[in-house]
């Protein structure tokens, strides 16, 4: 493939030389690129993160997590409520508990516990009448409304919808990585 | 394909190389000694020289062993309980994953070959070993540690066929004379198969092993590495290596020959070389990327999941071994399996050290001779047991049937969904407290009860906490509609599993448990239904 003719004669000229030359020099490392690109193609998309998958592992519609009857959310006080999700990640799969808060005087919007600040769990507290995050003090009204401390943002609220007289709500992945892929595949 | 070159022309070329091409990487480090020393051969052509690229090819294959090994390190967890889960994971959920564990596991198979192709070319090339023994020591070497590396890695993916092919592995060694029951304790890292055996065959598939061969590697490329111009040891060598340079010895000699700095001719050789090896490792990475796309490599169900009857076949780079333990009883099997690659390896790995002249009246060339009679007799027998083992398979219609419902049963596993694995304890507890809510039953041995104490003291760790049995210990459920299976056999079993026919590794609980407790735990055993 790359000899030389056989009738190659020494006073060939020079160009042709230094281009065969070339050509033998840079083979290999297109050899070696070839190589080593296919595989890195490979693992690019082997090692990718996986997104997280949630789910409540029940019912007909697994996106969404059946909270409470209706009937039982009542009160002036923010309620807490856990849910179990199963959380898959890679190979295995967890259950996990996550604690939410239901506003029934606020249309029953359902708070996330997650500060938005860094991520602690934020409690409610009946006296004072607000939540507050135990890490670095941020501050939050009874409607979620954040009121002082280092946090930017009000609590979040997770989606939510009522089907026959029962609140369900839609748990998001914790992690920022983009559902585009699913962690399991068939 | 130089021979046509003239003084002339090597003359202007030296000159022009050391001006340019040669380059400022080679004036500011040694990398073209290096270069040489790797390449350096009698300048080949034709054949001969596209023979030599086997080097190039067993170099690619092992780049590509550490890097498919690395990307699989990512999601493997070497224990018993996740070995088979999290390949399964590899092969089914994650993107590429087949194809590079296939090219993991075929690459191993396709190393071993090319590196006995090379040391073929090297025993039959002339001088080949002669000219640089630590080469050819190394190559013997490498092929050693290559096969030990197949050997431990085979057993990593835990499924039936990787767990029946370590406890043969475990019995060979055990086998051995004075030494064996030590022996098979330090490589189970136990009395027996389990997590231990994983995590222990891990390290050295990926860290022990690796090392050495890293080692072996840099030993000889940069302790044991002949001078650039050996030697030849006889003559014919001599007139051979210097043939092809002797025109143009003249323009070598005007300027101070650096015994380091290959000269012109040789540097033209090494490039042509080098894209020779490319080209052939090229092709053959091509080659096992399509095989690797094509055909998966094998992962059958776990053993605890293997059928009764399950007849274990290990790859095809021990059917060898299986097919000669067949004709051979106890020791002799460890030893034969021990001994032969020893012997064989050994040997030819020992050939540059043998003093020739020593054998001169025998015959002209001693060394090679018996290079020839070793390496034929390992090629020999390892094809010769594997056709009987492949020809044997194929004429028994029992076996042939079993085999094709085993590859049946594999294809469906590959086929179902991966189902992720439940990580805390308490989580099973909880699926499965339904079941226990029946409080009254505890005391009155319902059906659904828990085991009892002595039970799961005694024989849950190998026949499963509920009786579902454990890797390949039987499960018990269900077992009282069986022949000789009634409470009080059970009973009987406890006291002497073998006037049962049952396997060694049942022991006796005749003295380890009470009357009462026998008959509790067969009652228990009885209870449990399908």
Redesign the interface.
């Known amino acids: 493939?790359?000899?030389?003719p056989?009738n190659?004669?020494?006073e060939a000229n020079?160009d042709a030389?230094r281009g065969r030359?070339n050509?033998?020099?840079a083979?290999?490392f297109?050899?070696?690129a070839?190589?080593i690109s296919?595989?890195a193609a490979?693992?690019f998309?082997?090692?990718?993160p996986l997104a997280p998958g949630v789910s409540s592992g029940a019912g007909d519609d697994p996106a969404w997590t059946t909270l409470a009857p209706l009937a039982e959310l009542r009160g002036a006080q923010p309620i807490m409520r856990e849910v179990g999700v199963e959380r898959?990640?890679?190979?295995?799969?967890?259950?996990e508990e996550r604690r939410v808060y239901v506003l029934p005087q606020d249309n029953n919007r359902v708070l996330s516990t997650v500060c938005p600040h860094e991520g602690c769990e934020v409690v409610w507290r009946e006296r004072e009448n607000d939540f507050v995050c135990p890490c670095h003090d941020s501050y939050f009204n009874a409607r979620g409304e954040r009121t002082r401390g280092p946090a930017r943002q009000d609590l979040a609220q997770l989606p939510a919808r009522v089907e026959n007289g029962v609140l369900q709500i839609r748990l998001e992945p914790s992690a920022s990585v983009a559902e585009e892929r699913p962690?399991?595949?068939? | 394909m130089k021979a046509e070159t003239g003084a002339a022309r090597a003359v202007q070329e030296t000159a022009s190389d050391a001006n340019q091409s040669s380059g400022w990487l080679s004036r500011h480090t040694r990398i073209a000694g290096t270069a040489h020393a790797i390449l350096d051969a009698p300048p080949l052509s034709g054949l001969d020289a596209w023979a030599r690229t086997t080097a190039g090819v067993v170099v690619v294959l092992t780049l590509l062993q550490i890097t498919t090994g690395v990307l699989l390190a990512f999601f493997y967890v070497p224990a018993a309980e996740s070995a088979h889960t999290t390949v399964a994971f590899i092969e089914k959920s994650l993107p590429a994953g087949s194809w590079i564990r296939a090219l993991h596991e075929h690459g191993s198979k396709w190393l071993v070959v090319a590196l006995v192709l090379h040391l073929a070319q090297r025993l039959l090339m002339r001088g080949g070993w002669r000219r640089k023994p630590f080469g050819w020591i190394a190559s013997v070497v490498l092929l050693a540690l290559m096969l030990a590396n197949g050997a431990t890695g085979y057993s990593l993916p835990w499924d039936a066929r990787a767990f029946y092919s370590t406890r043969v592995a475990a019995s060979i060694a055990g086998g051995l004379p004075l030494v064996g029951p030590s022996a098979r304790a330090w490589l189970l890292g136990g009395a027996d198969l389990s997590t231990l055996t994983v995590s222990r065959f891990y390290a050295l598939h990926v860290l022990l092993i690796p090392i050495l061969i890293l080692l072996t590697v840099v030993a000889r490329l940069f302790v044991f590495r002949e001078p650039p111009n050996a030697i030849p040891d006889n003559e014919t060598d001599i007139t051979k290596a210097t043939a092809a340079i002797t025109h143009d010895t003249q323009a070598r000699d005007e300027r101070a020959p650096d015994p380091h700095v290959p000269d012109a001719r040789a540097r033209g050789w090494m490039r042509a070389q080098l894209a020779r090896n490319a080209l052939a490792a090229g092709l053959v990475f091509i080659a096992l990327a399509l095989y690797a796309a094509k055909f998966p490599a094998p992962l059958g169900p776990p053993p605890e999941a293997a059928a009764q009857g399950y007849l274990p076949r290990p790859g095809a780079q021990f059917l060898w071994l299986f097919q000669l333990l067949k004709y051979l009883p106890g020791a002799a099997a460890s030893l034969a399996a021990l001994l032969l690659p020893l012997l064989l390896l050994g040997g030819l790995a020992a050939l540059p050290l043998i003093q020739a002249s020593r054998f001169a009246r025998l015959t002209n060339h001693p060394r090679r001779n018996a290079g020839v009679v070793l390496f034929t007799l390992g090629v020999t027998l390892v094809a010769l047991f594997t056709t009987l083992a492949y020809v044997e398979d194929a004429r028994d219609p029992h076996t042939r049937k079993q085999l094709a419902r085993q590859a049946q049963e594999e294809h469906a596993f590959r086929q179902t969904p991966f189902a992720p694995r439940r990580l805390r304890a308490d989580d099973d507890t909880e699926t499965t407290a339904p079941r226990n809510t029946t409080d009254d039953g505890a005391t009155s041995s319902s059906p659904s009860n828990a085991p009892p104490a002595a039970y799961a003291k005694n024989c849950a760790k190998c026949h499963g906490a509920n009786g579902e049995g454990k890797f390949a210990n039987p499960s018990l459920v269900g077992i009282t509609s069986q022949p000789r299976r009634t409470v009080e056999d059970l009973i009987a079993i406890q006291n002497n599993p073998a006037a049962y026919g049952l396997e060694a590794r049942m022991p006796s609980f005749a003295r380890k448990l009470s009357e009462d407790e026998k008959r509790a735990i067969a009652e228990w055993i009885a209870s449990l239904k399908l």
């Open positions: 493939m790359n000899r030389t056989a190659a004669r020494p020079k030389t030359r050509f033998l020099l083979f290999p297109l050899v070696f070839g190589v296919t595989v490979a693992a998309r082997f090692l990718r898959v990640a890679g190979w295995t799969s967890e259950r962690a399991v595949r068939g």
